[in-house]
């Protein structure tokens, strides 16, 4: 099992920004693809984004242009910089690793597709 580590969690108002990070220690080089999920209470765990390991990057129509995933290889740690938050984007977040490459560029979004998972950190958004 792959040891997902995530912190940056917390409670914020409407508008306000959070940073989550995810240290992924032995395979973060060899996975092809890593992503943040989250999932709210009485929902699916859906995918927020996902990256590959030549960068490329895939985000769900709900936070494209708020939210930014990034990598840092050298600290095998996976950055999701979340912006302009609004109350619905209130879940718990989960770190991924070992996701499927789709090709032309794109990892995939599906939880089914991800073979290793960090325990998660809450995300409270308040109006």
């Known amino acids: 099992e792959v040891p997902l580590v995530e912190s940056g969690g917390g409670s914020v108002q409407a508008g306000g920004s959070l940073r989550l990070s995810c240290v992924a220690s032995?395979?973060?080089?060899?996975?092809?693809?890593m992503g943040w999920f989250r999932q709210a209470p009485g929902k699916e765990r859906e995918g927020v984004a996902s990256?590959?390991?030549?960068?490329?990057?895939n985000y769900a129509d709900s936070v494209k242009g708020r939210f930014t995933l990034s990598k840092d290889n050298a600290k095998n740690t996976l950055y999701l910089q979340m912006n302009s938050l609004r109350p619905e984007d209130t879940a718990f977040y989960y770190c991924?690793?070992?996701?499927?490459?789709?090709?032309?560029?794109?990892?995939?979004?599906?939880?089914?597709?991800?073979?290793?998972w960090g325990q998660g950190t809450q995300v409270t958004v308040s109006s």
């Open positions: 991924a690793a070992r996701g499927t490459f789709l090709g032309f560029g794109r990892c995939s979004r599906e939880s089914t597709d991800f073979r290793s």
């Open positions: 032995n395979y973060f080089h060899s996975s092809s693809c």
């Open positions: 990256i590959g390991s030549d960068g490329s990057t």
